[in-house]
């Protein structure tokens, strides 16, 4: 069973307004579609087949039916609750999902799914997956959830060079804000069966940083140390992905954008 990196969810109250304020940084993005049965829609921009999902919702009363699928119920509580927007939530693509829900359940996971899941494009096409949500009973760190496409990643790759929606920046890692690194990174680094990287410290970040080597895009996790970026956001949003490292934007910085920050290197 293979394990890579899909996306990483930002909840927005208007996904459409990401398209500027990323085209003004020399970030491509689009308007990808809406999911009709889930009541939500979105704006994406895609680095290959990794890419970052700006979700918002457009039907409320539908969006607050969809109980098996945990992304829609975290989104219509986030924002129903005044929680800040930004980065929530990463998926992991995956071959084997139906055996993956098995594994899971026997490995004392709460799973809902795999669950049909499908999009509308603005050409109309129909794009489908199916869609995996593993929880645990601790509160902290929300868990990925996991896709398998239905089509093959090289057929999906090649549809997106058409249509011309992938951008030229690359998408390096998504940094994580943790309260316990340790205990996290072992966690997640069970999950997908890849051990961690040995811990070193961030002085731009203020924090303790580990990560997991994950096939397309890294996860970094990290614990604050003190006053900085990880702690603001650990302070402000809890434990969640927090940071978007892109490179080959022409550009060295570390800012904040769309609740969240991004660091171009």
Known sequence: MQFSFDHLVCFS???????SFLEQKGIHAVMGGRHEFWGTYNTLAYFGLSYIEFLGIENLS?????????LITQIVEQLSTGKQEGPARIAIRTDGIKQLAITLREEGYQVYGPLPG????????????????????????????????????????LELEEQGVIGTTQFESVGIVVNNL??????????????????????????????????????????????????KALKERGETP????????????????????????
């Open 13 to 19: 109250k208007k996904p459409e307004k990401a398209i």
């Open 62 to 70: 539908m969006a607050e039916q969809q109980d098996d699928n945990r």
């Open 118 to 157: 499908e999009r509308i494009r603005a050409d109309g096409q129909i794009i489908r997956w199916s869609l995996l949500f593993p929880e645990n009973k601790d509160k902290e760190l929300t868990l990925p959830f996991f896709i398998q496409w239905e089509k093959p990643d090289k057929e999906r790759l």
């Open 182 to 231: 340790d205990q996290t990174i072992t966690k997640w680094g069970k999950l997908f069966k890849l051990n961690p990287g040995e811990e070193f410290i961030d002085r731009t970040l203020n924090a303790r940083c580990r990560k997991l080597e994950l096939q397309g895009v890294m996860l970094m996790f990290y614990t604050p140390l003190g006053e900085g970026p990880a702690e």
């Open 242 to 265: 927090f940071l978007v490292n892109l490179s080959g934007t022409h550009q060295s910085d570390l800012f904040e954008m769309l609740n969240g920050f991004w660091w171009f290197q």
